[in-house]
């Protein structure tokens, strides 16, 4: 049975998601009936076609009035700003992805099931009252058939959970550090501007910016034995795309860095939960 998946917010991850399925050749298990975002079609299938990042789009992309067309596949473009006016019922959405980064707490879920989607994943963090918080290859385990709203965490909670769990199961984590070196988001300016942050004022291509992270409430979130014993910081650097993790963490165990070399490089090809 294929599954329907409408997507909410075409940015970066929105797009992303639509590239990963094709380039994954997984299109008979899923597909995208639909995607919502206020921009326009021209623009959306301009993005998606070529992107900075990445590079080209191996398929051929086009628009026709409010359809957006991957290769002989039509998915339908909505530019709906209300949750609860969606046509998910009408399309027979079963799961909807959102990639807003805006929407994130049960009420917008249960808005997304009202206007008709079985399911909804949130592709950022999610509020506590969510169905279930799930890093993939940690505690997947705990997805439950009757979980209708789900939060994938974030880019940087995936990265570092993994790790965090494999030393502790290990060695014993007592607390811990985290700092975020982030590349530069679409919140940031391109030359100085107004910013409510006055962080972000600054040129994101000339600027190392410090900014707030809840990398340290998503580490909690995972595993609530570390509730307040674990800090993080976030700053953004001038590149597009990789970021990296520096975590420093103190163990109940004495250990050599080769030892835990070798724990992560045998580790790194299977699920650890």
Same mark, same amino acid.
């Given at each position: 049975?294929t ?15 639509? !590239?990963?399925?094709y380039?994954?050749g ?7 009936v639909?995607? *919502?975002?206020?921009?326009?079609a ?17 398929w ?21 700003p ?6 998910? !019922? ?5 799961? &909807?992805?959102d990639?807003?980064? &805006?929407?994130?707490?049960? +009420? ?10 079985k399911?909804?994943l ?5 509020? *506590? ?5 799930? /890093? ?5 385990? +705990?997805?439950?058939a009757?979980h ?10 995936n ?18 550090? /985290? ?5 530069a ?14 962080r972000?004022?600054r ?18 979130r995972?595993?609530?034995q ?7 910081i976030?700053? !953004? ?7 990296a993790i520096?975590l ?12 835990? *070399? ?12």
């Amino acid at each position: 049975m294929t599954v329907r998946v409408a997507i909410n917010g075409f940015g970066r991850i929105g797009r992303n998601v639509v !590239r990963a399925l094709y380039e994954s050749g997984r299109r008979a298990e899923m597909t995208v009936v639909a995607i *919502n975002e206020l921009a326009d079609a021209a623009g959306m299938a301009h993005l998606l076609k070529y992107d900075t990042s990445h590079g080209r789009f191996a398929w051929d992309i086009r628009h026709e009035r409010e359809q957006l067309i991957v290769g002989d596949d039509v998915i339908r473009i909505l530019h709906e700003p209300s949750l609860d006016a969606l046509p998910w !019922r009408e399309l027979g959405v079963d799961v &909807v992805l959102d990639c807003t980064g &805006v929407y994130g707490n049960r +009420q917008h879920g249960e808005a997304h099931i009202a206007a008709g989607a079985k399911k909804v994943l949130f592709s950022h963090p999610g509020s *506590n009252d969510l169905d279930a918080t799930i /890093v993939f290859g940690v505690n997947q385990d +705990q997805l439950r058939a009757e979980h209708r709203i789900v939060s994938n965490a974030s880019c940087t909670t995936n990265c570092i959970i993994p790790v965090i769990k494999l030393l502790d199961d290990a060695y014993g984590i007592e607390s811990g550090t /985290v700092t975020t070196i982030h590349s530069a988001m679409h919140d940031q300016q391109v030359i100085d501007a107004y910013h409510p942050d006055l962080r972000r004022t600054r040129a994101a291509s000339q600027s190392i910016i410090p900014v707030d992270t809840k990398l340290a409430a998503g580490i909690t979130r995972i595993f609530p034995q570390f509730n307040d014993r674990f800090e993080a910081i976030a700053v !953004r650097v001038p590149t597009i795309n990789v970021t990296a993790i520096d975590l420093s963490v103190t163990v109940k165990k004495p250990v050599k860095a080769n030892e835990v *070399n070798q724990l992560l490089q045998k580790s790194g090809t299977r699920c650890i939960s």
